[in-house]
Each structure stands twice: as structure tokens, then as C-alpha cells.
């Protein structure tokens, strides 16, 4: 993988939009969403020069869509069905690549294929004749039916008129024939009419594939029958839903009222243990009040620690002072007792005798 280099304002971004490719030169982009928005501007890349454009247009330009299904036949592009997300787009439209101008081929009404998102559509011939085929899509509901469009020669300046929408039971073909009345009849008056001109002008097309598809007139008697299958097939598919629904809603009863019970079952659960948490609290209060009298406790017995300890050092300081008292008062003593020893010849002279002691000594 690599990335391109563009010039030009490229498409805003999107998704669910539809591209051509014409003259093997330039791709073409229409419509498309993003979120809440549907586009309907056309943009052009030329891819030799890979630029980005938005050429003018002729004709109606296309409402706003999204989902929508496209397929060339020559020089003409066809977009199919599409939403606008409100309701389907009925209008099927064609663009002539060369000189971008817009037709409205038909408009259909109801809840029909051709108004469907998301279907699938491609081009074939069959017998001569031009087809689209396309398969599926939602309009409401999911749908498998195939659905096939006969096209008549396209020529710019052309209108549509007079189209017949053959409706089948679903999963079969239904067919849009189409008849083409020229806005220029003057031209027509003067020039040799040829066979695609002939073709043209039919005022309706025969349908034949090897008797797989038959052309079936429109009358009001058969449309009205249509139209009652197509109310009984839609009534059916409403009851069906109906039936869904209603069993989906017993069954979101049920998971209702499961639930209601778990919820009473939590609140009991938490109420006991709101208690059970209650009770704690009140013995971590318990607790901390008990560690708060021995933390005071501890607090008093560090004091009184404090007090012995200086005691202690008082006695030892008593003790000390006592032992040097002590040995002053000794020394003091025998001080005294060597004074009254040594009388001297005042002794002798007063005729105090010496002490024994003292005589053995001398």
C-alpha cells in the first residue's frame, strides 16, 4: 500500500455513498452519509492529473441520500432506491456521464424495492435487452427479493413517460417498463426514423426470458388484488412482529421481575450488614478508647519513670557525699588523736603521763 498525493477539495468523508468510473479516466462519487447528514453533491477525480472537482450540473439535482445502488450503461449512470434517514427514496434516477445532466427516470410509492437501502445492483443483458438486476435492501424490513429494471435507450433531452411497475411475489423478478417521448418532435417529423428511434418510441416493451418472466397487464382489477396479497403479506409480517414483540416483552417481565427479587435480596444483605458494620464501629470505638486510657496509662509510668531515675541519681549523689563526709570526719578523727598524742613537754610539765602507746613507741 502507498498513499496518493491529490489536489483539489476532496469529498467530505462518508460512507454508504455509490461510484463510477467513465471514459477510464474519471472517477465520479455521489451522495453518501456521515452520522446524522446525507450528501447529495457529486464529485469528480481525474485520474491522470488526480485532482479533485466539483463540475456543474444540469438538470434536477438529486435530493440528499445514503444507501443507495448505482451501475453504468454506457455513458449513463443509474442510482437506485437510498434514505435519507427518515424515509426511503423513491425516485430512481440517471446521470448521462458526459454531459452530467440528471433525469428523474421514475418515482415509485410505498414500501417497494426500488425504495429500499442497502441493495445490491448491477447490469446485464438478456435477449437484447437491458436489465438491472437488483437483490435485497430494508425499507422497513429486510427484503430477498430480486427485482429487475428494463431499460430503454437513454438520450439527453428525453422525459420518461408511461411506465408500468410489475409487482411478483417475493423472491421473484419485478420489472419496470419504461416508454420515452422526445421533447423535440420537430426532428423527429423531418428525419427517417431508425430502429433504436423505433424502439424508442414504443409505448411498451415485451418482457420475455424463456417464459421465466411474464409480462402482466395492469389493471385496476389485478392491482387491486396486488394490493390485497401485498396488505395480507404486510398484516402477516406485523402479526409475526406483533407475536415477537409480545414474547420479548414476557420474557423482559420476567428478567424484570428477577431482578426486582436479586434487588430485595441485596437489600437485605446490605441491611445486615450495615448492622454487622454498625457493630464493628462500635467496637473499633470500644477499642480506641481502651488504647486511648493506655497511651495516658503508659504516658503516667514514663513520668514516673522519669521521677526514679532522677531519684536514683539524687540517692547516688546523698551516698557519694556521705562516703566523702565520712572520710573527712576519719581523717579528722585521727588528726585529733595524733594532736592529743603528741603532748610534748607541756604534758610533762602539767604531769599528764603519755599514753602507753605512745611510750612503746618512743
Known sequence: MFALCFRGTPPAPRSDHVAACHADRYLLIFGGGS??????????????????????QQ????????????????????????????????????????????????????RV?????????????????????????????????????????????????NFNLLFYSAGQVYALKLSVKLDLQSSTKDQPTSDSTSRVLEPEVE??????????????????????EANEQLLAALKAEKDELEATLNREGLQTVQLKEEITEAEARNAELTKELQAVRGQLAAEQSRCFKLEVDVAELRQKLQSLDA???????????????EQEQAALDAKQKKQAGSGGVWGWLVGTPPDDDDSESS
Open 35 to 56: 452520522h446524522a447528514t446525507c450528501f447529495n453533491d457529486l464529485h469528480v477525480l481525474d485520474l491522470q492529473t488526480m485532482e479533485w472537482s466539483r463540475p456543474k
Open 59 to 110: 438538470g434536477p439535482i438529486p435530493s440528499p441520500r445514503a444507501g443507495h445502488a448505482g451501475a453504468t450503461v454506457g455513458e449513463n449512470w443509474y442510482i437506485v432506491g437510498g434514505g435519507n434517514n427518515k424515509s426511503g427514496v423513491s425516485e430512481t434516477l440517471v446521470l448521462n456521464m458526459s454531459t452530467l445532466a440528471w433525469s428523474v427516470v421514475s418515482t415509485v410509492e410505498g
Open 113 to 161: 424495492p426500488l425504495a429500499s437501502e442497502g441493495m445490491t445492483l448491477l447490469y446485464s443483458n438478456y435477449s437484447g435487452e437491458d436489465y438491472l438486476i437488483s437483490f435485497g435492501g430494508y425499507n422497513g424490513r429486510y427484503s430477498n427479493e430480486v427485482t429487475g429494471i428494463l431499460l430503454i435507450i437513454y438520450m439527453p433531452g428525453n422525459r420518461f413517460q
Open 207 to 228: 418482457i420475455s426470458q424463456d417464459g421465466k418472466i411474464r409480462e402482466i397487464a395492469m389493471d385496476n382489477a389485478d392491482s387491486k388484488n396486488r394490493n390485497d
Open 311 to 325: 531519684l536514683e541519681r539524687e540517692v547516688e549523689l546523698l551516698r557519694r557525699q556521705k562516703a566523702a563526709s
